[in-house]
């Protein structure tokens, strides 16, 4: 690199910059190697705490605590963090029926394209700052590299023992995003805050997912269990999943550093912009594949796609027991995907009463999916 370069001069320049890019959390990390990462990441997939994603091999994590992986000649992280914490006046307004609750990260629009397009935007602004030869990654989220580390490294907040990264002005409501340079800039310190003797999001945990403190088990985690997996939720877990349809911020929400947080989220991560906090369930449960496509488009979700979503739906009636809802169960009986068709007969098992006897019965003698059969007479023989 450039020795006639000020580096600290350049980093105060990228940090205003990133502030006028919609950043409002900005800090700077070395690129080295995540070794703490890494050695909790290979022990919790050892351990099986992470075997419900496929996807989240030893191998990578390997890759994803080395930022050399990405860039052979990288030598800073800029840490990124964006506020989704959006005010409560903006709720939708109120439809009668039973509703379901939807994480705070995922009531408006889809946040890796709406940070994808600000993190391209900044990029170029930082070409006509950076020194010949500059090169930038950018990742959030699906990138193979580790967020919350990132972020603990360059000082945006610290770890809080259920396990997210909170910062001083917006609590664990944020974002977190970065752009991985060839620029040795000057690192920021971490934040020496920490949780103390507080435990309060712990006993939070409806499913007992957070293992200790800081280690989440994703397989018994409620955001996992509702946006990720693809099969049947287990039967042992339903119960605990309340009315969320739609990720879990119980922990979030028993944190008293969220308390403070301020509401500083940009429009689109409103409620407004997308199916909203408390959703009525009943008109979920009859949308067609179409209206799930137009409706939830640039949306987070689309990740749970519209039987993802159903089978939530399904499992939050059930726990909410409201009987106004059999009717639109039994419909969701005949449903296409044996998916929804399985859950509705669980939600009725639950709800129970003559007419969710009967629509089980029904339905019984034309069901052709042996699942959905046991889910049936599992419904059926519940008192
Ligand atoms: C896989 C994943 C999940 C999984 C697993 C989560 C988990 N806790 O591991 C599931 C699907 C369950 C999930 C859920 C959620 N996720 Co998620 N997820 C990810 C993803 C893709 C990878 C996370 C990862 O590597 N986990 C592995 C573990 C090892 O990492 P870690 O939790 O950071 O572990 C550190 C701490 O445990 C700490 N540590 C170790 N020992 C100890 C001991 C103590 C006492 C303490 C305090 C800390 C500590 O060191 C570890 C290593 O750095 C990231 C995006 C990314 N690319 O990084 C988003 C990400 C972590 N998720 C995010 C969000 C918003 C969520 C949800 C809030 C969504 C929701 N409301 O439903 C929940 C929160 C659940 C929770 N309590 O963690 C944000 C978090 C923002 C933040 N402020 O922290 C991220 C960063 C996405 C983003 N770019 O904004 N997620
Ligand atoms: S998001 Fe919900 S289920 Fe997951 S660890 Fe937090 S409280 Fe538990
Ligand atoms: S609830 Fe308490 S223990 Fe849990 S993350 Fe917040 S401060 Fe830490």
Redo the contacts with the bound molecule.
Sequence with gaps: MDTDVDYGALKVAVKRLARQHGFPLVGVASAAP?E??????L??IEEG??SG?AW?TADR?RF?CDPRNHLPDARSLIAL?VS?NAPEAVDEPGEAGPRGRV????RGKD?HRE?GDRLKAYCADLRTLGPPGLAVKT??????????????RAGL???????????HRF???????EVLTNLPLPPDEPVRT??GSCER?RPA?PTN??V?????D?DR????L???LRGPIPRDLRPAIGDWI????L??EACPVNRKAETAAPPAYWPSEGIGARPALLPLLRLSEEEFRTRFRSTPLTRAGRRGLLRNVCVALGNLGDPTSVPALAEALGDDEPLVRGHAAWALGRIGGDEARRALTDRRSLESDRWVREEIDLALGMP
Excluded: M
Aim: charged share 20%; proline share 1%; net charge positive.
């Design positions: 995540f703490r990462a890494e050695r909790s990441l022990e919790r705490l992470f994603l989240f994590a994803s963090g989704y994480a705070r990260y995922a946040y940070i990742f959030v989220d699906t990138g193979r590299l580790v967020d919350r580390a990132v972020a603990e907040g610290w770890y809080g023992k259920n396990s997210n990264l909170l910062t609590g664990s409501w944020v974002f977190l995003a920490h949780c999001c945990c997912a957070i200790r403190p800081g280690v989440v994703n985690c409620i955001s996992y509702t946006i990720e739609f990720g879990c911020d922990c979030q």
